[in-house]
């Protein structure tokens, strides 16, 4: 807190600051109207520039009281924008299969959707950088400093290729995506480690599919490459 005491005839006007020069305030003593060129130049001496309300140094001038009264306030600064990443693909809880609706009203659900395929040339993710906070003033004029965004760097792994500037990630090869962090791969295989089941569904894939148990009656497996079960396909 900064205090700062204008003498007039027979009131003074004192002015104190709040933390970090964001607020303003004067006290008349003893608590008695004054001229506002008064209020204005105490505020002045104070060093007082920015974000002065006048119709709140009018109203201090003509009703006082015995209180501190606020007369100005700092523009506060805008903090930055974290940066964020798009996929466009599903995933998280979103990879999760969910039984295909049919026309007619009914639910296949042996189509769950739980394998995504994407295609060499496609843009999987595009990242939107941080963004730098925007300074305020404070009552003296001075800059007040925001958080500027963070960043969060999008990563290549596998079959996939990083944009020079680091914004877009882009497939090399047909296959699945895969996302681990912010880091993005494409794999040529699916690998299923028990039954094609109400579970997994059926499988229609850009690449090959290794099944570690059995392919269940009413159920599919399609590949472009190689397929292989390691149980019975009933």
Request: net charge negative; hydrophobic share 40%.
């Amino acid at each position: 807190m900064a205090d700062a005491v204008g003498p007039t005839a027979e009131v003074q006007v004192k002015v104190t600051l709040g933390e970090r020069a964001s607020e303003a305030y004067v006290t008349l003593l003893p608590p008695a109207p004054v001229s506002r060129a008064a209020i204005e130049h105490a505020l002045a001496a104070a060093g007082v520039v920015h974000g002065i309300d006048a119709e709140a140094v009018t109203e201090a001038s003509v009703m006082p009281i015995p209180e501190a009264m606020l007369v100005a306030q700092a523009s506060p600064a805008d903090p930055g924008k974290d940066a964020t990443v798009t996929y466009f693909f599903r995933s998280g809880d979103e990879r999760r299969g969910r039984p295909r609706k049919l026309s007619d009203g009914r639910v296949d659900h042996r189509e769950l959707g739980t394998i995504e395929n994407v295609t060499r040339g496609q843009v999987l993710a595009a990242k939107t950088p941080a963004q730098p906070a925007r300074p305020g003033t404070n009552v003296l004029g001075e800059p007040l400093l925001g958080r500027d965004g963070r960043d969060l760097p999008l990563r290549a792994g596998q079959n996939v290729e990083l944009s020079e500037d680091g914004l877009f990630i882009t497939a090399l090869i047909d296959g699945q995506p895969i996302v681990d962090g912010t880091r993005v791969s494409v794999q040529p295989i699916v690998v299923i480690s028990g039954d094609v089941d109400y579970a997994v569904g059926n499988i229609n894939f850009q690449g090959s599919v290794k099944v570690g148990g059995n392919v269940l009656p009413g159920f599919t497996v399609k590949a472009t490459q190689d397929i292989e079960v390691g149980g019975v396909v009933e």
